[in-house]
C-alpha cells in the first residue's frame, strides 16, 4: 500500500488529512512537498476543476477532475500538464482537496461531505 492509499483510507473513514505530495504533475496548483488539505467528498458535487484524492485503474492520485458525467456517476481525472488518468466511478473518488499550503482552495468547502 503506497502513501496515497494511506490517505485516501483515512479520508474514507471519514478523517479529514494533511500531507506532503511530492512530484511535478499539479505544478503551479500544488508544488512538491506543500502540504495540502484533503477533507470527504459529496463526489455529486464534483465540478472540473476540482483536485480530488482518487483511485483510476487501481492507482491513487492526488489529481484534477478533468470531466464530469453525473448521469453515469463517474469523473475523469487528470494531472495538471494535460495527462488523463481515466474515468473512475463516484465510489473511487475519496476526498477533495480544500487547502494548499494554509490557502483555501475556492470553491471547496461547499463539496465537503459532513459525516
Request: net charge positive; glycine share 10%; with cysteine.
Amino acid at each position: 500500500m503506497g502513501m496515497l492509499d494511506a490517505f485516501a483510507a483515512r479520508v474514507a473513514a471519514g478523517a479529514e488529512v494533511r500531507f506532503r505530495p511530492t512530484g511535478s504533475s499539479m505544478i503551479p496548483l500544488i508544488r512538491s512537498r506543500q502540504q495540502v488539505t484533503v477533507a470527504p467528498v459529496d463526489p455529486a458535487k464534483l465540478e472540473v476543476g476540482d483536485i480530488v484524492l482518487a483511485r483510476v485503474a487501481g492507482t491513487t492520485y492526488l489529481h484534477l477532475v478533468s470531466a464530469v458525467d453525473h448521469a453515469n456517476a463517474r469523473v475523469q481525472i487528470s494531472n495538471n500538464r494535460g495527462r488523463v488518468n481515466g474515468w473512475t466511478g463516484h465510489a473511487r473518488v475519496f476526498g477533495i482537496c480544500t487547502e494548499v499550503e494554509g490557502a483555501a482552495r475556492t470553491g471547496s468547502s461547499g463539496k465537503v461531505l459532513k459525516r
